[in-house]
């Protein structure tokens, strides 16, 4: 959610800022598109780590990625809760000065790390949640994963 809100108001600022602001939507959709490499970077690499382990240390390490990915959303709420009131300004406030300079390298260095972050939370969560279920619940996680997903956007 937090990625997703900080894509809509660089998007909503980029649309709305005039023909010169328009030109930073190359460098947000870049910046999407690279978090999203990212994301599945570090999902591949974890599905490559857990494959090499296995019994308790399996579990351990299981376990170890769920507690990390909710304390990641925890940290996240309290952070929005904090900052979610500037979160607007504090984004908006740089991409002024890009149009007068028309560097756009902000747009994507903002963008491909909320991006990364948020979809590699959600990669390690449920990669925890999906070793620790049997093989016959498999469809029943992807299409609530899917669904979640939609209804998150």
Same mark, same amino acid.
């Given at each position: 959610?937090? %990625?997703?809100? @900080? +894509? ?22 870049? /910046? ?6 990212? %994301? @599945? !970077? ?5 599905? /490559?780590? /857990?494959? *090499? @382990? ?5 579990? $351990?390490?299981?376990?170890? *990625?769920?507690?990390?990915? %909710?304390?990641? @959303? ?14 607007? %300004? ?25 991006? !990364? ?6 990669? +390690?969560?449920? $990669? /925890? ?14 299409? !609530?994963? !899917? ?7």
């Amino acid at each position: 959610m937090e %990625a997703l809100l @900080i +894509v809509g108001i660089l998007y909503g600022w980029i649309r709305h800022s005039g023909d010169v602001a328009r030109r930073g939507l190359p460098y947000l959709i870049g /910046g999407v598109g690279f978090g999203l490499l990212l %994301a @599945i !970077a570090v999902g591949a690499a974890l599905m /490559g780590f /857990g494959e *090499l @382990i296995a019994g308790d240390t399996q579990t $351990y390490f299981q376990i170890t *990625l769920v507690l990390s990915v %909710a304390a990641l @959303i925890v940290h996240m709420v309290f952070w929005m809760r904090k900052h979610g009131r500037t979160l607007r %300004a504090s984004l908006l406030s740089p991409l002024e000065t890009n149009v007068s300079t028309r560097t756009w390298w902000g747009v994507f260095f903002l963008t491909a790390p909320a991006i !990364a972050r948020e979809g590699s939370e959600m990669v +390690v969560f449920l $990669y /925890g949640i999906g070793m620790g279920m049997h093989a016959d619940g498999t469809l029943e996680m992807n299409i !609530a994963a !899917a669904l979640g997903l939609a209804l998150g956007s």
